[in-house]
């Protein structure tokens, strides 16, 4: 599975503004409820229920806040990098400055974790993620994701 097949263009957030975890929760969650036409609510809830579970935040600046949402159709992935890093509660407590963020219906299983992996994959190389911090445009992040 490649970036391209799990992320859209118009799903990458860029010069995200946020002062706090949960600010930067609710503001992923408005924007995929608004791109998907989903409750913002809803949305901002799951991620919420399970970061309280234990931060999603994987190191080296990045997080992968996710959720299981009963009713949703298919898998939505979006990605954001941050105008400023932010303290996630990270397991290396690094501040976090860019998300790949995801929600996907309640039996979604193995797609689900298939998904998960792909973007641990690209956002595990370091130089992916120097080119992604420099970019100019969204579309270069994006780019720079299919790596």
């Known amino acids: 599975m490649q970036i391209s097949d799990i992320l859209s263009e118009d799903m990458v957030m860029t010069e995200v503004k946020a002062d706090t975890k949960r600010h930067l929760l609710a503001e992923i969650a408005a924007y ?11 949305v901002f809830e799951a991620i ?30 979006g990605f954001a990098r941050l105008s400023m890093p932010l303290d996630y ?3 290396d407590r690094q501040p976090v400055d860019m998300v790949a963020f995801m929600i996907s219906p309640e039996n979604s299983g193995d797609d689900h974790l298939k998904t998960l992996a792909t973007f641990s ?27």
């Open 89 to 91: 509660d990270s397991a």
């Open 48 to 77: 919420l229920e399970r970061e309280n579970l234990g931060s999603t935040g994987y190191g080296n600046g990045v997080a992968f806040p996710h959720a299981r949402i009963d009713g949703l159709k298919h898998i939505v992935t």
């Open 121 to 147: 994959r690209v956002l595990k190389n370091k130089d992916i993620c120097q080119e992604i911090r420099t970019a100019k445009t969204v579309h270069e992040i994006y780019l720079a994701l299919q790596k």
């Open 32 to 42: 995929v409820a608004e791109k998907n036409d989903l409750d913002a609510n809803t």
